[in-house]
């Protein structure tokens, strides 16, 4: 029987390496540009923001839930969107008894409403499994890692997912700051900044 102090990597066992292995592959690529066109307007428009992502993370995760990645992003109608995934029973269940979910919607005007989506084609199920086999292992909650990114350098706080690096668990978390973006990564396992 699973004791309460046993650590989530014991709990995940085997299935924790698929679905990391599974994450690595959707990967963000090193040195990656962000001086695309979609980028631009995507930070040009964080001006109409209303919420915090931290704002939105402690929303979502009243009751339990567990943020497992956050991003501002345009909708399908190319609107800004706030996105978050999570674990619906935490952290602790392993992902195939988990409801995996993503919050999006508008983050002009409060308060804000999201509509919650639970997760049933394979690419999202993979990915959403991935974040939250990562964010098991890490040393401080995602809500955390962005305050600590926020505090540690300018700018706002538009995207933080989760990924494999060379062999280790990073959330990679992108600011905006005076039009440019900054990408800055975090060694989940540690809760250190990388060089």
Same mark, same amino acid.
């Given at each position: 029987?699973?004791?309460?102090?046993?650590?989530?990597?014991?709990?995940?066992?085997?299935?924790?390496?698929?679905?990391?292995?599974?994450? +690595?592959?959707?990967?963000?690529?090193?040195?990656?540009?962000?001086?695309?066109?979609?980028?631009?307007?995507?930070?040009?428009?964080?001006?109409?923001?209303?919420?915090?992502?931290?704002?939105?993370?402690?929303?979502?995760?009243?009751?339990?839930?567990?943020?497992?990645? +956050?991003?501002?992003?345009?909708?399908?109608?190319?609107?800004?969107?706030?996105?978050?995934?999570?674990?619906?029973?935490?952290?602790?269940?392993?992902? !195939?008894?988990?409801?995996?979910?993503?919050?999006?919607?508008?983050?002009?005007?409060?308060?804000?409403?999201? !509509?919650?989506?639970?997760?049933?084609?394979?690419?999202?199920?993979?990915?959403?499994?991935?974040?939250?086999?990562?964010?098991?292992?890490?040393?401080?909650?995602? +809500?955390?890692?962005?305050?600590?990114?926020? %505090?540690?350098? %300018?700018?706002?706080?538009?995207?933080?997912?989760?990924?494999?690096?060379?062999?280790?668990?990073?959330?990679?978390?992108?600011? +905006?700051?005076?039009?440019?973006?900054?990408?800055?990564?975090?060694?989940?396992?540690?809760?250190?900044?990388?060089?």
């Amino acid at each position: 029987m699973e004791t309460a102090s046993q650590c989530p990597k014991e709990r995940f066992g085997a299935l924790a390496l698929i679905t990391i292995a599974l994450a +690595a592959t959707a990967t963000v690529a090193f040195a990656k540009s962000y001086d695309d066109q979609e980028t631009a307007a995507l930070v040009q428009a964080l001006a109409t923001n209303k919420i915090s992502m931290t704002g939105g993370l402690r929303q979502v995760s009243k009751g339990g839930e567990a943020p497992i990645s +956050a991003k501002f992003e345009f909708d399908d109608n190319h609107k800004l969107s706030l996105s978050t995934y999570t674990a619906e029973k935490g952290l602790a269940t392993n992902p !195939e008894n988990n409801a995996l979910k993503e919050y999006s919607g508008s983050p002009e005007a409060k308060p804000w409403t999201p !509509e919650a989506e639970v997760f049933k084609d394979i690419p999202h199920v993979a990915r959403a499994s991935g974040q939250l086999i990562l964010l098991a292992l890490a040393k401080h909650s995602l +809500a955390d890692f962005i305050a600590m990114a926020q %505090k540690q350098h %300018k700018g706002m706080v538009f995207s933080a997912i989760p990924e494999v690096q060379n062999h280790r668990p990073v959330l990679v978390v992108l600011l +905006a700051d005076d039009g440019k973006v900054n990408e800055y990564r975090y060694d989940l396992a540690s809760g250190h900044a990388l060089p």
